[in-house]
């Protein structure tokens, strides 16, 4: 499966952005998406996770309450809407795949087998 996001861009503090991962080559179904995010200088961090059969959603402690993640089966995509933005929210997002992640490992981004390039979120102060 091939994975693209966008909508990343550049935003004020308290500001939202809706990003974007489209699958292309196969379905999401019976997978795992999540997204995952890396500032300069720091280690990735995981971000939220949905598993495509049932729905259910994981997040960061982070970002709980602030950041929203879903999918569209008709567009085979995965969104995360981010409201309550925060200047620490800067960083390249990430969108990856997997099947078969069990819930512990929901956010290890080593348990995903795809990846898209990434969009950049900028939160400015």
């Known amino acids: 499966v091939q994975l693209q996001a966008s909508g990343g861009g550049l935003v004020q503090a308290g500001g939202s952005l809706r990003i974007s991962c489209a699958a292309s080559?196969?379905?999401?179904?019976?997978?795992?998406v999540g997204w995952f995010r890396q500032a300069p200088g720091k280690e990735q961090e995981f971000v939220a996770a949905?598993?495509?059969?049932?729905?259910?959603?994981y997040y960061a402690d982070s970002v709980k309450g602030r950041f929203t993640i879903s999918g569209d089966n008709a567009k085979n995509t995965v969104y995360l809407r981010m409201n309550s933005l925060k200047p620490e929210d800067t960083a390249v997002y990430y969108c990856?795949?997997?099947?078969?992640?069990?819930?512990?490992?929901?956010?290890?981004?080593?348990?995903?087998?795809?990846w898209g390039q990434g969009t950049q979120v900028t939160v400015s102060s």
């Open positions: 949905i598993r495509w059969s049932g729905g259910s959603t």
């Open positions: 990856a795949a997997g099947q078969g992640i069990i819930l512990s490992n929901l956010n290890n981004w080593h348990a995903y087998g795809y």
């Open positions: 080559g196969r379905s999401f179904r019976s997978y795992a």
